[in-house]
């Protein structure tokens, strides 16, 4: 039984099963016996039964995957050790070097990640230490994926934050629609940029970043970019469950080359606004030394 969550946001959803059934029944319009409606009726009544042990299966699996949390981190912060201490034997590597252990998450992240990274991105992610997953059962269900950086001349926040919300329970009104947990929002946080930073931001060029600021869906179904934002959800939720569930605790395999889901697209627009940058990005590294 598969029991991961699945990824789903509110426009995602298609009639009720209820009203399929409706829409099938006065289509085919099947003639039961008084017998064969009674028996219909009790085998849905025992299916409902199996829903209700698949959502004390699911809250369970749940239980038990935040009681291992603290383990995985054991292991995960004996990762992080073995990273920093790679960086102060070597002087912190080559940091030139893309594929060099001095930018391990940057690798992994380009050899994961389904989305864009730019070249100014790049920059930016060599400060990127560490990524882990938090779980969350009260009062929502919940997982939160923490990218962790070292100090760095972009941004003054040392962890930056993507949220996804789980529905464990089917729909009162629709029980037999249930398939299980699914992903239903997300939220992104607020990035503090240095001054530079946001004045370059402006160009609004596509950016990994953007991960950050995921858009609203609207509310009314009829909105000519409903169909457009759903389907960009519909990708993030699959994006965040990927990252905790394969990225983080398989992250040496995509670094080594060992999986290679994707390779991320690189910019080949704004190499020309990166050389321009490049003189006022030294000047800032240097103002700010060894921070």
């Known amino acids: 039984m598969d029991v991961k969550p699945r990824v789903t946001s509110k426009a995602s959803k298609a009639l009720p099963l209820s009203e399929k059934m409706k829409q099938l029944e006065s289509q085919n319009k099947p003639k039961y016996s008084d017998k064969e409606i009674q028996c219909i009726a009790d085998l849905k009544t025992l299916y409902l039964d199996t829903i209700k042990l698949d959502v004390e299966l699911q809250e369970s699996i749940h239980k038990m995957e935040k009681a291992f949390e603290s383990k995985h981190d054991e292991i995960f912060d004996k990762r992080l050790k073995l990273l920093e201490h790679f960086k102060k034997q070597n002087q912190g590597g080559d940091a030139t070097k893309e594929d060099g252990m001095a930018n391990f998450w940057l690798k992994v992240l380009k050899a994961s990640y389904t989305e864009f990274i730019s070249k100014k991105d790049e920059k930016i992610l060599v400060y990127l230490k560490d990524i882990r997953a938090r779980l969350y059962n009260e009062p929502t269900a919940k997982f939160v994926i923490e990218f962790h950086f070292e100090p760095n001349v972009f941004f003054t926040d040392s962890i930056l934050t993507k949220t996804y919300y789980l529905n464990c329970l089917p729909d009162a009104t629709d029980p037999f ?26 160009k609004a060029l596509p950016s990994f970043f953007d991960f950050f600021d995921p858009p609203n869906l609207p509310d009314n179904n009829d909105d000519p970019i409903y169909a457009d934002i759903n389907a960009i959800l519909q990708n993030d939720f699959e994006l965040g469950f990927y990252l905790k569930e394969r990225v983080i605790p398989k992250a040496i395999l995509f670094f080594t080359g060992e999986i290679s889901d994707c390779v991320s697209s690189d910019s080949e627009t704004d190499d020309d606004d990166d050389e321009e940058d490049q003189t006022k990005d030294d000047e800032i590294h240097g103002a700010v030394g060894g921070n």
């Open 177 to 202: 629609s249930y398939d299980g947990a699914e992903i239903v929002k997300c939220e992104g946080c607020k990035i503090n940029w240095n001054q530079l930073e946001k004045e370059k931001n402006k």
